[in-house]
């Protein structure tokens, strides 16, 4: 029995090593959409310089519509970057915000509510936890287009979003303006137990490293309700975070008919800037905000600002 | 929380099966292993459906008390025949088996009353709504949808050829309900069958014997083979299967468009129908594998469901080598049922003397094989399609049959060899492409669509359509690397059909190449597996039926 015993753990470790080995070889060598990295946008935290982003964005499409680090950039001088990814559940929230500390000490992490309802089921947590150990689980797909430089390329992770992870579209298409915060006053959306131990693993994982999670839903009248504002409220009070909702009648003026681009799901540009101002003022108040914008190490966020302003012009 | 949308779930992989199995292998006594296997199975049943899971307990409780009541029918004749004098045991035995039916048939409409109801209620619903619509009848009857069960259509059939087991005598009544249960419920054949007799699997599944290092080895390994199938084929051929029978949408500027199987040539049509052929093959068969390798590691006889069935020389064959357990249950409580029942007995008889004694015999066994198919069909699920799909087999048997006999005397006239490798390949291939059309007929959405594709293969094979990367769903090397791994399953089948067994043929290397030998395999099954981002798994295919 001891003689099979030890040739299963011998057999178990052997295939481990293999593994970890083939993750070196298929992770990407670089962090560009070209070099095969998966959401190479949210992953560009990983080409910023150690310590210099302030403030970090977590979320869904609907994150990656609304901030927008450059403005913040342009009027505070403070830095910023979005890790939102489309469709964003919370354990690959958690896995991007782990990424982003390994580099980076933000004092605020906003995330965007959105996340939270979004079912999540066991399997897909333990695969997220797999593949952060086994890289191969995750970049296997690129045997399509391996190369001989893969074996021997060392990793560089050094290319960074000029955008920082916000996304700008230029369409606008209003929607018709409905009441939709109305609804039963104590009425709360129930959030799955799963959604609810992984957003206190995220709260934990920002407490160890210093940083204030915020949560903050943006104007989206497809995604968000009374019931699901009430539910986030409830759970913000239990652990202790603050919760901004931006549906919250009277927060902010938004414009139904030249703030969303896609009839009342998304911000466009212009719903976006007043969202991104409403955060200013918010860090303004936590007194999060560090002007950077003499300091010679923060030279490429100018050039960054420049490229993106010129790009946005066009 | 946590739910299994299949055996290739990560849940189950990396939670539910290591748990299942390890305390299984710790437990120290026989009662505990039982008892935890029928926990892990009414577990897993349960987080599909939680309070589904009631059925299945139905089901169970309707099987033991129908057992024990024909039983007790059985001992009440025993008992009642010894004392009775010879001419007056014949009419006790009639009365007593005109009881036994009753009881039969009660319990039988009970188990098939649960199955009819929902899975069924909504079809039939529909098309009596549609009868009517057809007499200007301004009623209608609102359509009933019921969540079904998981593994409804496979314990169902369990329980019922335990109810005719027992009726026939071939097998006694069990007075142990847990027996029962975990027979029904036992986790790794509850998604996709096998579908299991009482006399093949009960006895080994209560034993709960200790796992072994060798049947724990070489369950795993053909765990590992299924997930190959599964992973690397069934999931990869996913989109383009998807697009080609389900339409795919494209966005062009602001506006979504939508595309059917119109989209495509014919000939891209015919392409997608085997690619579908395959990846049922793959997937089910990889599910068995899945099944069968953990009833091993449990030490269960379970039955095997696949034979290799793309080398069957004839559709006959060829439903000898598929989904096996469903055919021998048809065969035994359908097929031969029928046949030895009077009007067909009469009928052959009459067809015996005008046809003669080759072609009589057919003529009753188109009767038995009208009613196997036709309740193979609406077995496989509530459609129109499903019922055409049992009708064209039924028909290309019955077809087969009469061929066989004009073919046999074919031979003995001119000399005709049909058991040489040229004539076998072709039947292979001929039985193939007869089997692909069939499937087109299955995986359709409806049976108009089926005929539509169908017309589309014949009618208009070449077009000067252009199909697009995002028609395709898949990329040349996605195809490539299907045809590779279809073609190792091609040699182990070959080498199957030999006898030889690759498991087998591994154990005996040192134990180097033999490790080296399985790290090869879970490498490619890592790398090459369709999981992971922009992957959808294709759902347990048989699991709905």
């Known amino acids: ?171 606008v298409r209003a929607a018709e303006e409905t009441d939709y915060m109305a609804g039963d006053e104590y009425a709360s959306a129930e959030i799955p137990d799963l959604n609810k131990a992984l957003l206190k693993e995220l709260a934990d994982t920002c407490a160890e490293h210093g940083a204030e999670l915020v949560i903050i839903s943006v104007p989206s009248m497809k995604n968000w309700s009374r019931a699901k504002h009430n539910g986030v409220r409830a759970l913000a009070e239990e652990i202790g975070v603050d919760y901004y909702d931006l549906n919250a009648p009277g927060t902010l003026m938004i414009d139904w008919q030249t703030d969303t681009r896609d009839k009342g799901d998304h911000m466009s540009y212009s719903g976006a800037v007043k969202v991104t101002d409403y955060v200013i003022e918010r860090l303004a108040e936590k007194q999060a905000l560090t002007d950077h914008r003499a300091d010679p190490a923060y030279a490429p966020w100018h050039e960054a600002f420049a490229r993106v302003k010129a790009k946005n012009a066009q | 929380m946590i739910t299994f949308s299949s055996y290739f779930d990560t849940a189950f992989l990396v939670l539910f099966l290591p748990v299942s199995v390890a305390v299984y292998m710790i437990l120290p006594r026989q009662n505990l292993r039982r008892v935890w296997l029928l926990l892990c199975s009414l577990f897993f049943f349960w987080c599909d459906g939680k309070g589904l899971l009631v059925f299945i307990l139905l089901s169970t409780l309707f099987m033991h008390h129908g057992g024990l009541w024909l039983g007790k029918l059985q001992n009440e004749l025993d008992a009642a025949l010894t004392d009775l004098p010879k001419e007056e045991k014949k009419a006790v035995r009639e009365r007593f088996k005109k009881r036994k039916r009753l009881v039969l048939a009660f319990f039988i409409a009970l188990e098939l009353g649960m199955l009819a109801v929902l899975k069924y209620a909504g079809f039939f619903v529909n098309n009596l709504n549609g009868l009517m619509g057809l007499f200007s009848s301004g009623t209608r009857f609102i359509v009933p949808h019921f969540l079904l069960p998981m593994g409804i259509s496979f314990y169902t059939m369990q329980a019922m050829s335990y109810l005719f087991d027992v009726y026939r005598g071939k097998l006694a009544p069990d007075t142990n309900i847990g027996r029962l249960l975990l027979y029904m419920s036992f986790f790794p054949n509850i998604m996709e069958g096998p579908i299991c007799r009482w006399s093949d699997t009960a006895e080994s599944l209560w034993n709960a014997e200790r796992v072994t290092y060798e049947r724990l080895t070489r369950g795993a390994q053909r765990i590992l083979w299924g997930m190959v199938k599964k992973i690397v084929i069934a999931d990869r051929l996913n989109p383009f299967v998807q697009n080609v029978f389900g339409g795919y949408d494209v966005m062009e500027g602001a506006d979504l468009l939508h595309f059917d199987f119109t989209a495509y040539p014919g000939w891209v049509v015919a392409l997608a129908a085997a690619a579908f052929t395959l990846q049922l093959y793959a997937e089910f068969s990889g599910t068995m594998d899945f099944a069968l390798g953990l009833g091993e590691i449990f030490g269960v006889h379970t039955p095997e469901n696949f034979q290799r069935p793309f080398f069957s020389l004839s559709i006959s064959e060829f439903w000898k080598r598929w989904h096996i357990t469903l055919g021998t249950w048809f065969r035994d409580y359908v097929f031969y049922p029928v046949s030895m029942s009077a009007p067909v007995k009469k009928l052959t008889t009459r067809a015996r003397k005008k046809l003669g004694n080759r072609f009589g015999p057919l003529a009753g066994g188109a009767v038995a094989l009208f009613a196997v198919w036709i309740f193979n069909g609406l077995w496989h699920g509530a459609g129109w399609n499903y019922i055409f799909f049992g009708m064209y087999h039924f028909t290309l048997i019955l077809l087969g049959n009469i061929a066989d006999v004009v073919m046999i005397r074919f031979s003995e ?49 070449i077009t000067n359509q252009t199909v697009s990367r995002a028609a395709w769903g898949v990329d040349w090397k996605d195809a490539f690397i299907v045809g590779v791994t279809a073609a190792i399953m091609l040699v182990v089948g070959l080498l199957q059909e030999k006898g030889k067994g690759i498991r087998e043929r591994v154990s005996e290397k040192p134990v180097v190449l033999r490790y080296l030998f399985w790290y090869a395999v879970v490498l490619f099954l890592v790398v090459f597996g369709a999981y992971g981002a922009g992957y959808i798994p294709v759902d347990p295919m048989y699991a709905e039926f």
């Not at chain 1, 190369?147 to 979003?161: E, H």
């Not at chain 2, 039985?431 to 169908?454: K, Y």
Request: net charge positive; with cysteine; hydrophobic share 40%.
């Open chain 1, 1 to 171: 029995m001891k003689k099979h015993v030890l040739s299963a753990v011998i057999f178990m470790i052997g295939l481990a090593l293999l593994l970890l080995l083939a993750g070196l070889v298929f992770m990407p060598k670089s962090n560009t959409k070209e070099a095969g990295i998966i959401d190479a946008a949210a992953n560009g935290i990983l080409g910023e310089p150690e310590n210099t982003v302030d403030t970090l964005f977590l979320g869904d499409s609907l994150a990656y519509s609304a901030f927008i680090p450059m403005h913040i950039w342009e009027e505070t001088g403070s830095t910023s970057y979005v890790c939102s990814t489309g469709e964003q559940q919370l354990q690959y929230t958690s896995e991007l915000l782990k990424k982003a500390f390994t580099h980076q000490s933000p004092k605020t992490v906003f995330l965007e509510a959105n996340v939270i309802y979004r079912k999540v089921n066991l399997g897909t947590v333990i695969y997220t936890k797999l593949y952060d150990a086994f890289s191969v689980f995750r970049y296997h797909d690129r045997w399509k287009d391996l190369s001989v430089q893969d074996l021997t390329r060392r990793k560089n992770y050094s290319w960074t979003d000029d955008e920082k992870g916000f996304r700008y579209f230029t369409d």
């Open chain 2, 413 to 461: 006239k001119t000399g005709f060899k049909r058991d040489i490798l040229p004539v076998k390949l072709f039947r292979i291939f001929r039985t193939a492409l007869l089997v692909v059309l069939g499937e087109l007929f299955f995986r359709a959405p409806t049976l108009r669509q089926g005929f539509s594709m169908c017309g589309r293969i014949f009618t208009q094979f």
